[in-house]
């Protein structure tokens, strides 16, 4: 066993290695955040059988834990995650992957998680023949959550990156960074606009392409049961973020998102009587997230307006499950997308954070965010500032991949959920 003790080495906002305990325990606090299943969402028995790409962190991850404490689900979760070298630990979401396969199994759900390219054709084969061999051969839901800087189409070859840009013309924003002793700076800063085929490549990546090669790829096989439901999750968010977000590439591919929603609802509807929808979902801190230029303030102000307002993504994912699963209607904008962001978009809290983002400066920025939170929130992404974990004490850092051929049933647990 490789023991070490383990202390955060960071650059910005990435850090080099993850803390497997801390990991495992951010897992149990989102289990715990999620919110008890109803009677009617409580499978006793086998519950619905589902997919979800991207199941090991931020809204994915959420997802996965949601629809197994909320709605009972059964199924499998497709991620893509480095395992620990010599040198290096290994992934955050690795150690989540870990944590989620125990959790599971403990209430007695037989999941499988897969490490691997979900833009690939051999992932949607191996998730195609488990569906198949070990789920009854009926897929009930599938939840889409990923995001990636690149992706090969399998169809062509071609590899395409996707970049956050504003289209048109350049952007300047306040936007908020730490340096190395951890002192929030806001600074400004200009990202240039979009050039050659910057949109269609970030299209190609973080539009409906892959979402919908899912689907196709399972309904050819046959594995999509007869009231089948799927969501793609989106983002709108600010006008304050709207330049490098909804308006720019990355806004470019979520309208994709959104155009693929509604041909993927037609035919489904035709064929299984089945519903695709995206579902728009509020800002939360993420690897993908504190990426794009600006959102780290954004968050930061907008947690300092709302406090425990800000809704997390675990409970948002868990009102997602009762929609999907029919134990509460669809509830749909006129744009037919789930809306869980509202708490989010309401005049009141963008006015309040408007006002705030105004007046920030490196002086202001302490009173005016919730820079505590904000901070713990990115260390937690890698298990660091985890309450309860002692940073101290060695840990083992070589955690094995949950084994996909073993059965929740095997472990004769079942402690419900
Ligand atoms: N973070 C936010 O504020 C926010 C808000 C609303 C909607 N969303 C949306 O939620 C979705 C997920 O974003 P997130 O912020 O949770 O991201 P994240 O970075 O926390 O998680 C991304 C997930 O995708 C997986 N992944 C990446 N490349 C993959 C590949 N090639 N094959 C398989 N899995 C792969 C990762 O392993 C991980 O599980 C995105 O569509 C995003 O736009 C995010």
Same mark, same amino acid.
């Given at each position: ?39 009617? $969402? ?125 289209? $048109? ?9 730490? +340096? ?8 400004? /800063? ?5 050039? $050659? ?7 190609? /990546? ?70 695709? /929808? ?47 699963? $029919? ?19 309401? +005049? ?37 500032? /985890? ?31």
């Amino acid at each position: 066993m490789n023991e070490r003790v383990l202390t955060p080495r960071s650059r910005g906002f990435l850090f080099l290695d993850s803390h497997p305990a801390g990991c495992a325990q951010s897992v149990a606090d989102m289990w715990d955040a999620c919110p008890a299943p109803t009677p009617a $969402g409580a499978p006793d028995g086998d519950g619905p059988v589902a997919l979800v790409v991207g199941s090991s962190a931020g809204y994915g991850l959420a997802a996965t834990l949601a629809g197994l404490k909320r709605v009972g689900i059964r199924g499998i979760g497709v991620s893509f995650e480095k395992g620990p070298t010599e040198r290096r630990t290994a992934t955050a979401g690795w150690y989540r992957t870990a944590a989620t396969a125990d959790l599971a199994r403990a209430a007695g759900r037989d999941l499988v998680l897969l490490n691997g390219d979900a833009f690939s054709d051999s992932m949607k084969d191996q998730v195609a023949d488990l569906v198949e061999r070990r789920f009854g051969g009926r897929l009930d839901h599938l939840v889409y959550s990923v995001a990636a800087p690149r992706r090969t189409d399998p169809a062509t070859g071609t590899t395409y990156a996707s970049v956050l840009k504003p289209i $048109g013309r350049p952007d300047r924003t306040k936007t908020l960074v730490f +340096d190395e002793e951890g002192v929030p700076e806001v600074r400004e /800063v200009e990202t240039a606009p979009a050039e $050659g085929d910057d949109v269609e490549q970030t299209v190609a /990546v973080m539009g409906g392409a892959d979402w919908e090669r899912w689907i196709d790829h399972l309904a050819a096989r046959g594995l999509l049961a007869e009231g089948f439901t799927t969501a793609a999750l989106s983002y709108i968010g600010s006008s304050l973020t709207a330049a490098i977000y909804r308006q720019g590439t990355i806004g470019a591919a979520k309208a994709h998102l959104e155009a693929t929603a509604r041909t993927l609802n037609e035919r489904l509807g035709t064929t299984v009587g089945g519903r695709a /929808v995206t579902s728009v979902n509020g800002a939360a801190v993420t690897q993908s997230s504190t990426a794009i230029p600006g959102i780290a303030l954004y968050t930061g102000l907008l947690r300092g307006v709302l406090g425990e307002g800000l809704v997390p993504p675990v409970r948002q994912l868990a009102a997602l499950w009762d929609q999907l699963t $029919g134990v509460a209607p669809l509830d749909l904008d006129a744009e037919g997308r789930v809306r869980l962001d509202t708490w989010e978009l309401t +005049d009141g809290v963008q006015a309040a954070v408007a006002e705030r983002w105004k007046t920030a400066t490196t002086a202001t920025i302490a009173d005016l965010a919730d820079l505590d939170w904000f901070s713990a929130e990115v260390r937690r992404l890698y298990g660091f500032s /985890v309450p309860g974990i002692d940073y101290a004490a060695p840990v083992a850092t070589d955690v094995p991949w949950p084994d996909p051929t073993s059965h929740a049933r095997d472990a004769g647990t079942r402690a419900g959920s």
